[in-house]
C-alpha cells in the first residue's frame, strides 16, 4: 500500500473509533433535552472551526475563493448544490436522530447506524460504480446476517432507522464525487448552512442559555472531538478511499460503543448480542482484508 493511500484509511478508522465514546460526553448532559444538546453542538462548532480557519488556514480560503471565482458558472453551480444537498442531508440526519430518541425508540436510532454501512456500500456500487469483489459482497452479507440477528422491534423502528441510514449514506456519498475543495472549508461552509438550517427550531423552542460549567466543558469537548474532527477525518479519507470502504468502516462505531457500554457504563451483554457483534467485527475485517494485508507489507518494508 502507498503511504498516500494508507493514511486516508487511517484517517477513516480514527474517525469512526471517536465516535465509538460519544456516549461518554454525552451521558454527561443526560440532564439536558437532546435537542438543546445539538443546537449549542452545532453553534459552537460554527465559531471554534471558523476560528481555526481564519487563524491558521487564511491561505487555503483564498485558494478556495480563487477556485470558485476561476470556474465556468456550470461547474460552480454543480459544487454549490452539492455543498448544499449534503449540507441539508446531514442536518436532517441529525434532526432524525434526535426525533427518534425522543419520540420512536432508543433502538431505532441506535441501529440506523448498523443499516447506514450497507446502504452506502451499495449506494457506492451503484450510484459511484465503486467495485465490490467477491469477497466484499460476502462480508456484506455477513453485515447483514448480525443486523438480522439484533433486529427487535415494529415496523415502525425499523422505518425510522432506515431513514436516518439513508440519510448518512448519501452524504458520503456526495462527499465522495466532491475533490475539488478543501475539506477543513467545506465542513465549515457545512456547519454554517446547517446553523441556518437549524435557527427557525432554535428561536421557536428558545429556553435561558445554560449557565453552567460542566456544560459548556462538554458541549466544547463534543464540538472540537465528536463534531469537527471526526467529520473531518471522515471528509478527508473519502479522498482518498471508497465511499463503501468507509461505510464499512462505519461498522467499528457500534463496536466500540458496545464495548464502552459494557466496560465503562457496565451494562449488561448477552451472548446473542455478543454474537452479532463478533459477525460485525469479522465483516469489517473481511470487507477491508485487501487493506488490512497491504498495510502490513508496508510495515514490513
Known amino acids: 500500500m502507498h503511504e498516500s493511500k494508507l493514511k486516508y484509511f487511517l484517517s477513516a478508522i480514527l474517525s469512526v473509533c471517536i465516535w465509538g465514546f ?4 454525552l451521558r454527561n448532559l443526560k440532564a439536558y433535552a437532546p435537542e438543546e444538546i445539538l443546537y449549542y453542538r452545532i453553534f459552537s462548532s460554527l465559531i471554534l472551526i471558523w ?3 481564519f487563524i491558521f488556514r487564511r491561505k487555503q480560503l483564498k485558494n478556495d475563493f480563487s477556485f470558485l471565482k476561476n470556474l465556468d458558472a456550470a461547474k460552480r453551480k454543480i459544487i454549490l448544490l ?3 444537498v449534503s449540507t441539508i442531508l446531514l442536518t436532517l440526519n441529525w434532526f432524525t436522530f434526535i426525533y ?3 419520540n420512536v425508540s432508543l433502538k431505532s436510532a441506535a441501529f440506523a447506524y448498523m443499516v447506514c454501512p450497507l446502504i452506502t456500500a451499495f449506494g457506492g456500487f451503484l450510484i459511484l460504480k465503486e467495485h465490490l469483489s467477491k469477497l466484499k459482497l ?3 452479507g455477513i453485515a447483514l446476517l448480525s443486523i438480522v440477528l439484533l433486529a427487535t422491534g415494529s415496523y415502525i423502528e425499523v422505518l425510522w432507522s432506515v431513514i436516518i441510514a439513508a440519510l448518512y449514506a448519501f452524504y458520503l456519498i456526495i462527499q465522495r464525487k466532491m475533490h475539488s475543495l478543501d475539506k477543513f472549508n467545506t465542513l465549515a461552509v457545512q456547519i454554517t448552512l446547517a446553523v441556518f438550517l437549524m435557527l427557525p427550531f432554535y428561536i421557536h423552542q428558545h429556553q435561558a442559555v445554560p449557565s453552567g460549567i460542566d456544560f459548556w466543558v462538554n458541549i466544547i469537548l463534543i464540538a472540537v472531538l ?3 474532527i471526526p467529520l473531518f477525518l471522515s471528509l478527508y479519507a473519502l479522498i482518498g478511499i471508497p465511499s463503501s470502504t468507509l461505510g464499512i468502516i462505519i461498522y467499528l462505531n457500534p463496536i466500540i460503543a458496545f464495548s464502552v457500554a459494557i466496560i465503562y ?3 449488561h451483554i448477552t451472548q446473542h448480542q455478543m454474537l452479532a457483534y463478533s459477525l460485525l467485527f469479522s465483516s469489517v475485517l473481511l470487507f477491508n482484508y485487501n487493506l488490512i494485508k497491504e498495510i502490513s507489507i508496508f510495515k514490513r518494508k
Open 51 to 53: 476560528l481555526c480557519i
Open 100 to 102: 427518534a430518541i425522543n
Open 138 to 140: 460476502i462480508s456484506l
Open 82 to 84: 452539492q455543498i448544499i
Open 226 to 228: 465528536f463534531t469537527i
Open 265 to 267: 457504563f457496565d451494562e
Open 22 to 25: 460519544f456516549s461518554i460526553p
